[in-house]
């Protein structure tokens, strides 16, 4: 499993990771990092039964994994003050641009640092409340990382 998960992909990849324009390469990496533990042809289509036996995330899941692990540190005050800067907590202002109770307050984007704040808010507001509802961080990433795989769609997610 250390050897698949992938630590280019994990380091700091929400600051990053938005701005990226070759993230497909990241993909491909960690495809070809599956063929090799798998012990698959070279040729072989890396596939959603692929991901699932070594129960990995393909890389625009596992950003989407880690953005909504630092929302959760924020929302929880488990995240130093500078994440939190662009973000609005619903508990400190009465706002009707919540999408859903314990949602945050969409920022507006006006440079790089505010537009990973806003994808984690976009990101954290679309959540299930039984998940973002949680308030232990070990649960969270259980439960975050099952909702990711449930609902991903592999077709548009990683290339063959």
């Known amino acids: 499993m250390s050897l698949i998960q992938f630590h280019l992909i994990d380091y700091a990849c929400s600051v990053w990771y938005t701005g990226l324009t070759n993230s497909m ?6 495809n070809k990092l599956i063929m090799f533990i798998l012990d698959l042809n070279l040729r072989a289509n890396v596939g959603h039964q692929h991901f699932q036996s070594l129960n990995l995330l393909p890389v625009n899941k596992r950003v989407e994994q ?7 540190k924020i929302k929880h005050k488990l995240a130093p003050a500078y994440m939190d800067y662009h973000l609005v907590l619903p508990d400190t202002v009465h706002s009707t641009r919540l999408s859903q109770r314990g949602g945050f307050i969409m920022p507006t984007v006006k440079c790089s640092g505010s537009k990973s704040s806003f994808i984690g808010a976009k990101l954290w507001n679309t959540l299930p409340t039984n998940i973002s509802d949680i308030d232990k961080l070990q649960s969270f990433k259980v439960f975050i990382k099952s909702h990711l795989i449930k609902y991903l769609n592999f077709l548009n997610c990683y290339s063959a």
């Open 25 to 30: 390469k990241l993909q491909v990496t960690q």
């Open 66 to 72: 880690i953005i909504l692990c630092h929302m959760f």
